[in-house]
């Protein structure tokens, strides 16, 4: 009877053991609110790593930072702050785990939340801070531990979760208390951890994972994703999840539109019908020398319908001009292009864009469209293409693969197989007449000039099954990007 007492006793400990591991890892993100509308989860344990910080040539770097921090510390605030640079678990917070941002609805101002390893280790951090009045010494309130910061930010924490929400109006402060206080003692069952599309994103493998409602994201952000689908569409159902990465000699970004409802699911498959696969044949026809460049295949009366259920796009041309719109993009079949192939020192941009066409009544439309426009348009035709430009000096170029074109360009090969394609090329952006007569304007254009000379390029990839990538590619390919980044921040703050 003792024996099998001691085995229950064993069972029921083994039971709570797991059950506190499971738990250990989720909990602290039950205080997300579940109309979340944007959560981003930053792995500070990679990019830590790959920053090159904890690298033997960072040592005086690192030196030079924590004798920047004594000055102007007591001796037992720069102790404890000298301990977490050197363990940052001395903080109490584990770093091994993401630190998630988020805004919702229910608390529209920027929030963050990190898992507590030591509540202990805590306290003396906060202490530590109250003595230099970085914040208030903390006091117990209704199960938690609470403190304000200088600068009005909340902060709220238990033996598990920390939550910080900052930008607070001092009107609101009072009532984001009160839901600060709701949310570090919520459950599971009313957080963002039940919502489908928080689920995906955290099975996302980056430096930084994130997912935000199309409701709620800004219209610059979301008119691209949104493009040709109804207004009358519910985009509280539709996300877009990704991740970022930090990666030699790149900064990229992958992201995807995710939804269950079944007519979001409808309209993006309408979408997608719209567009064909990218060859790349039309871009022996631009100069080497452009700036930006732009491309898409697609079928022309899909793509109508597509751009029809938009009001935007119809209320943006009216009578006579909207006809030619139509008979333009009507019969435009296969691949567009437009590059903006330079700027004059007073900012207006020239740009040629060509379009294959299966129908001579293309011609005709867009020769009408650039009669009716506001500004000289010219025209012209070059076998199953039509092109047209606002810069009377590309004629004589134009309907001629370029001798020195973008096809040579290093991001050339990266444009087979997507739906669509865009490019800024830093390259021959720095180059431009306009830029280098910045080069007036002192010591900070040429630090921004030698930031930008490190960047090649940046790319925007529509892939499929509304799949996306957008990559900045460095100059330098060998080294990690985010080390790069590291190395001109030192130069900058003057620690190299």
Not at 63 to 87: C, H, R
Not at 326 to 340: Q, S
Request: charged share 25%; hydrophobic share 40%.
């Amino acid at each position: 009877m003792k024996r099998k007492n001691i085995y229950q006793s064993l069972m029921l400990l083994l039971l709570v053991a797991f059950l506190a591991a499971c738990s250990k890892k989720t909990d602290y993100t039950n205080v997300i609110p579940a109309d979340a509308s944007a959560v981003a989860g930053v792995n500070l344990k990679s990019l830590a790593t790959k920053s090159g910080l904890n690298d033997v040539e960072n040592k005086e770097f690192k030196q030079k930072l924590t004798d920047a921090i004594k000055n102007g510390l007591s001796a037992t605030a720069f102790k404890q702050m000298e301990k977490i640079i050197d363990n940052p678990i001395e903080s109490g917070i584990d770093f091994s785990e993401p630190i998630y941002f988020f805004t919702a609805r229910t608390l529209p101002f920027p929030a963050l939340t990190m898992k507590v390893s030591d509540i202990e280790k805590v306290h003396a951090t906060l202490e530590a801070m109250a003595s230099e009045h970085v914040c208030q010494p903390t006091v117990k309130v209704d199960g938690y531990d609470f403190t304000t910061f200088a600068d009005g930010t909340l902060c709220a924490y238990t033996k598990n979760t920390m939550l910080i929400v900052s930008s607070i109006p001092s009107s609101q402060v009072e009532s984001v208390k009160k839901t600060l206080s709701a949310l570090i003692k919520q459950d599971a069952e009313k957080s963002v951890v039940k919502n489908k599309g928080f689920i995906k994103m955290r099975e996302q493998k980056g430096d930084l994972i994130f997912f935000a409602s199309m409701r709620d994201l800004p219209s610059s952000y979301a008119k691209q994703i949104k493009f040709g689908l109804s207004e009358e569409l519910d985009m509280s159902q539709l996300f877009i999840l990704g991740d970022l990465n930090f990666e030699k000699g790149k900064i990229s970004l992958k992201y995807e539109t995710y939804t269950e409802d079944k007519e979001l699911l409808v309209q993006l498959k309408k979408q997608e019908k719209a567009f064909g696969t990218l060859k790349g044949s039309l871009i022996s026809h631009f100069p080497a020398s452009s700036v930006a460049y732009m491309t898409v295949n697609t079928k022309g009366e899909d793509f109508y319908k597509l751009l029809s259920e938009n009001k935007g796009f119809l209320n943006s041309f009216i009578g006579a001009e909207r006809s030619e719109i139509k008979k333009l993009i009507t019969h435009i079949d296969g691949e567009v292009a437009v590059a903006v192939t330079g700027v004059s020192l007073f900012g207006m941009p020239s740009f040629i864009a060509y379009a294959e066409i299966n129908d001579e009544v293309a011609i005709s439309a867009l020769k009408k469209y650039a009669a009716l426009s506001r500004m000289p348009m010219y025209v012209g035709q070059s076998g199953k293409s039509v092109y047209i430009t606002n810069d009377k000096n590309l004629m004589a170029l134009a309907g001629k693969k370029q001798e020195e074109s973008l096809k040579e360009a290093t991001f050339a090969s990266n444009i087979k197989g997507n739906a669509y394609y865009m490019v800024i090329n830093a390259e021959a952006l720095l180059k431009l007449p306009l830029i280098k007569s910045l080069s007036n304007f002192g010591e900070e254009f040429g630090m921004y000039h030698n930031l930008a000379s490190q960047i090649s390029y940046m790319e925007f990839r529509g892939v499929s099954n509304g799949k996306g990538e957008v990559n900045l590619a460095l100059q330098n390919k060998d080294k990690n990007a985010l080390k790069q980044i590291v190395g001109f921040a030192k130069q900058f703050i003057g620690l190299q």
